[in-house]
């Protein structure tokens, strides 16, 4: 039975069928091959990317998975030499725009332009701009929206869809604008900043000191940025939270400033709208106790980015607020030279305390003649009479004898012609004159009548005001030059001290020079409080003041002599300088005042000072009723 | 018509049903991650997978019953059926990604293009073991199986799906060369097929199509756009290192970065979860399913079994290698499953009954002989 099946079965097969089986056979075997080829490709490619790239890979599909969203550290706090805050943080509510999240991008675009009080082309704008980033991330629309609005986005939710409210730590200012130019402001990180940072600590959009101690401290106020990590599917979509670093605020820094004085200082000054400057110096120290610019610049114009028509009031307007006069700007001295001028002659024996000048009122050198300020002269003065009246025939004679270079050598030793090496920024070195100097720059000889006005201040000698106070406080501390600080130290938020700046004496005169000194004081001394001085008007009861007034020319152009002063234009007037040390005694604080086109030191200057004063000493002083609101009052009249 | 024999069991091809299996495990196992976590609505891809699985166990078991020479006659109807289909879906069909693939039959949607793979084979073994040609086909011997072929291949390129198409045109030139052919075939065959190239690049591809060839060649140029898919599909297989991220750990695939994560790109979650070691072991069985395909042909008595075998075998072959060439970014993206792997109910279902027909031939090779298993 089985057998015969097997024959039936036989038949099927023709003997034909048998050789083209075979034939096709060989085929197959070629077919395992192609098979075997296919695969080995196949293995290779899985060996290469899965073993031989695949950590490349895991970091790639790590990149895709997870989102690190940076969380802005707190900036550290400024405050003053009392712990008085004078920069904190506040939260500011900004509104942003998730692209990937909104539905009808258009619409709600019309229906926010509103309430956030733009234009809807300014929206776009700013979307725009963003457009190249990925679209989970957030493009903000408007920073530091007020209350209403928040409340409103927060209760219309619905009505913006991708629309989100992001709180970011801003600057708050609790003194106003107060030392506004010496504690300069944060805006957003410019692509030249960027590319800059070699550590990749910033990232777009960040915000950084742009000026002042916010710039020159950054790295100690910025702190460390706290992240988010998530873990987002291929839309962007957050799915878990991963991990969350939190950010490390920035160190505080204590200035040297006293607020309260800093803010009486700027009151005074900005009565009439004076452009000008005040230091305060504290003088055993060297310590910036007020460092006043005025105008002051708007701080609050900055926070969010300060708009093109705010800048540009800035940049117009010609008392130049954005230049911080402390430093920034430097002015003939005038008489306040004069100083420097005496202690040259001293200590160069070229006269003494008895040795005395006449003064017609005018001086002839060569076929000039160099007028004194005193039109009918001061008749027959020493060193102490003519520091006090400011006779500049007496300081003309003491000039012309001790030769301009000598003159600059003691101008050097009290502080003048070079940094002082403030932590500030942009600090000018003002302008010292010598013979060399003049060779050098201008490729002329040094006439010698040049040095007559040298010798008062006048011509190419150029002073910062906080120069100009450091000489003062030298002066006053009987020659020993402290380098100025405005920064007492640098803390943690938690209250350890990172970096802390003690007084650092910059060099110490001669004891021979010091005991000239001490005659010079006695001259400034007299200045206040002798019988013909030229600020008698600065005097307070109760206080023994030294002091010098100076005239710094603007132009000089025989067409003004003899105008009244309010008839000579505002950018042509003489600036006005007073600089004082109290007690003259044992001085603690020396004050520096310098009054653009403010005219003369005496009436310009002086008074700010003396209020200065008057503030500083008020808890020793039994002024009664004397308070800083009723002297503005009388100032202002 | 139904001639069982005890025998025909015992001739079973158990070895290709275990391998068979096996894969088939593996890729439902690899579905339910690919399609995890489940989504709350419909049935799971993994489980509608296992269903179309049985239902094929049930077709494979049905044409095992029937002698595959049976086939000679019964394709007559099935290529007719298959045309008509094709030219239906052109009418009626219901458009996804811009191309019109699928006839909704309630239930699931149909993919007659996925039967014209095997349509087409059953065709041609057909054909080349009716007409013999000992020392190689002319030109003129190849007219009317070119016909047979380009009437399917006309129809799938106009819904476009240029990946299918491609797909006869590949199963065409294997079988004939598996047959044999002259020598100016083989030129002609080269010629026209540049000069077609050519033709294609020019004329008849849509924009999409040109995209993803251009994007293929220069898969960096944009990462966010259309080589997007390539460039995810190399950081999942990559990411996967030597062992894997383990099952259902996977990131790519289920952060959704990997696009077509359970139907084309189902290999990549395959490979970022278990790595190169896992990938290998799939790899192998797969390997081994055909060659053992291929194996069982060399054994069978008769041309019509032979190509049917071989073809089969080719037709999974080649789907496979452009599917894994594809996720491995060697292959510009076209629309081609890896069979028993990728889900979808056509791919599966026609993947099941070519092995069904694999099995019937080997079943009964026995009319030779006494060749043992």
């Known amino acids: ?637 | 018509m139904v001639r069982f024999d005890r025998r025909l069991l015992f001739h079973f091809d158990w070895v290709m049903l275990l391998l068979l299996v096996m894969v088939c495990a593996m890729s439902l196992f690899n579905l339910y991650s690919a399609s995890y976590p489940p989504s709350p609505y419909g049935i799971a891809p993994y489980l509608k997978q296992m269903y179309f699985f049985a239902l094929g166990i049930v077709v494979m078991v049905v044409i095992c019953l029937v002698d595959y020479k049976e086939l000679h006659f019964w394709n007559y109807f099935f290529y007719v059926f298959v045309v008509l289909l094709l030219v239906a879906i052109l009418i009626i069909g219901r458009t996804a990604g811009g191309a019109q693939r699928w006839i909704d039959l309630g239930f699931f949607n149909l993919q007659p293009s996925e039967l014209a793979k095997l349509m087409l084979v059953i065709t041609l073994a057909s054909y080349f073991s009716r007409k013999e040609v000992v020392d190689g086909y002319t030109i003129r011997q190849l007219v009317v199986p070119l016909l047979l072929t380009m009437v399917p291949f006309v129809l799938i390129l106009l819904q476009p799906d240029l990946g299918t198409a491609l797909m006869l045109v590949i199963i065409f030139v294997s079988m004939a060369v598996f047959v044999r052919l002259r020598f100016h075939v083989y030129l002609i065959f080269g010629v026209s097929g540049v000069a077609s190239i050519w033709l294609a690049w020019t004329k008849v591809l849509k924009p999409y199509q040109k995209m993803r060839i251009q994007t293929f060649l220069q898969p960096d140029k944009d990462v966010a756009g259309q080589g997007y898919q390539i460039m995810q599909s190399k950081i999942a297989v990559g990411s996967g290192g030597k062992f894997g991220k383990g099952y259902l750990e996977g990131t790519q695939g289920h952060l959704h970065f990997l696009p077509e994560r359970h139907t084309d790109f189902a290999f990549a979650v395959w490979g970022e979860e278990w790595g190169f070691v896992g990938t290998l072991f799939f790899l192998g069985i797969y390997f081994l399913m055909l060659i053992w395909g291929l194996y069982s042909s060399v054994y069978v008595r008769d041309r019509f079994g032979m190509l049917l075998c071989f073809g089969i075998v080719m037709l999974i072959f080649w789907q496979a290698v452009i599917n894994v060439l594809m996720i491995l970014g060697m292959l510009p993206v076209v629309g081609i499953p890896l069979p028993l792997v990728s889900y979808g109910g056509s791919s599966l279902l026609t993947t099941m009954m070519a092995l069904g027909i694999l099995f019937n031939v080997r079943m009964r090779r026995f009319k030779n002989g006494r060749e043992a298993d």
């Not at chain 1, 709208?273 to 114009?301: F, M, Q, R, Y």
């Not at chain 1, 920034?328 to 070229?350: E, R």
């Open chain 1, 1 to 637: 039975m089985k057998t015969k099946q097997i024959l039936e079965e036989l038949e099927d097969i023709t003997e034909q069928d048998e050789a083209a089986c075979s034939l096709l056979r060989g085929r197959t075997f070629l077919a395992v091959g192609v098979i075997v080829l296919f695969f080995s490709i196949i293995v290779m490619r899985f060996w290469y990317l899965q073993v031989i790239q695949g950590e490349e890979y895991r970091q790639l599909a790590e990149t895709n998975r997870v989102r690190i969203q940076s969380i802005a550290a707190p900036r550290g706090h400024i405050v003053d030499r009392f712990s008085r805050e004078i920069v904190t943080n506040r939260p500011s509510f900004n509104v942003a725009l998730i692209r990937e999240d909104s539905i009808d991008l258009e619409d709600v675009i019309k229906r926010l332009a509103p309430v956030l009080d733009e234009e809807i082309e300014v929206l776009w704008e700013r979307i725009r701009a963003g457009s190249a980033d990925p679209p989970h991330l957030p493009i903000t629309l408007k920073e530091d929206i007020d209350w209403q609005t928040l409340a409103y986005l927060e209760n219309n939710k619905y009505k913006f869809s991708g629309i989100r409210i992001e709180v970011q730590p801003v600057r708050t200012y609790h003194y106003d604008d107060l030392a506004a130019n010496t504690i300069g402001y944060i805006g957003s990180i410019s692509r030249k900043e960027l590319q800059a940072d070699g550590e990749q600590r910033y990232e777009g959009g960040d915000l950084v000191g742009k000026r002042g101690l916010e710039k020159l401290f950054e790295p100690y106020l910025r702190g460390e940025k706290g992240s988010r990590s998530t873990e987002v599917n291929a839309r962007g979509f957050e799915q878990q939270q991963l991990q969350v670093v939190n950010p490390l605020p920035g160190n505080d820094i204590r200035l040297t400033l006293d607020a309260e004085l800093q803010k009486v200082a700027e009151q005074f000054m900005a009565i009439g709208d004076k452009a000008g400057a005040v230091v305060v110096l504290e003088v055993k120290t060297g310590k910036v106790l007020a460092a006043v610019s005025t105008p002051p610049i708007n701080l609050e114009h900055f926070i969010g980015g300060i708009s093109h028509k705010n800048w540009q009031a800035l940049l117009d307007n010609p008392r130049h607020p954005l230049i911080n006069k402390v430093v920034q700007a430097s002015y003939p001295p005038g008489s306040t030279y004069k100083v420097v001028t005496a202690l040259a002659g001293l200590d160069t024996q070229v006269v003494d305390t008895n040795t005395e000048f006449y003064c017609p009122g005018y001086h002839r050198f060569g076929n000039r003649v160099y007028r004194c300020w005193k039109r009918g002269g001061h008749g027959m003065v020493n060193l102490k009479q003519a520091i006090a009246q400011s006779c500049d025939v007496y300081f003309y004679q003491v000039g012309q004898r001790v030769g301009v270079d000598r003159l600059a050598h003691y101008a050097r030793i009290l502080g003048l012609g070079e940094k002082t090496g403030v932590q500030m920024e942009h600090e000018k070195s003002g302008l010292v004159p010598t013979q060399d100097w003049k060779k050098r720059v201008k490729n002329e000889k040094w006439h010698e009548g040049e040095t007559l006005s040298i010798a008062i201040g006048q011509g190419f000698n150029l002073v910062t005001p906080l120069q100009l106070c450091v000489m003062t406080a030298t002066v006053a501390n009987g020659g020993r030059h402290f380098r100025p600080q405005i920064i007492e130290s640098i803390v943690t938020p938690d209250g350890r001290v990172v970096k802390s700046f003690s007084p650092e004496l910059v060099n110490e005169l001669s004891p021979r020079e010091q005991a000239y000194v001490d005659i010079i004081k006695e001259g400034l001394l007299e200045v206040v409080h002798g019988k013909r001085g030229t600020a008698r008007g600065v005097r307070i009861e109760g206080l023994r003041i030294a002091g010098k007034t100076g005239t710094a020319q603007v132009v000089r152009i025989a067409r003004y002599k003899g105008l009244a002063d309010e008839d000579i234009p505002y950018h042509l007037r003489d600036h006005a300088w007073f600089t004082c040390y109290a007690p003259a005694d044992d001085p603690e604080i020396a004050v520096t005042v310098l009054v653009e086109h403010g005219l003369h030191g005496s009436s310009g200057a002086g008074p700010i000072a003396r209020y200065v004063l008057k503030k500083y000493f008020s808890h020793r002083l039994q002024t009664e009723g004397d308070n800083p609101e009723k002297s503005l009052s009388l100032v202002s009249e």
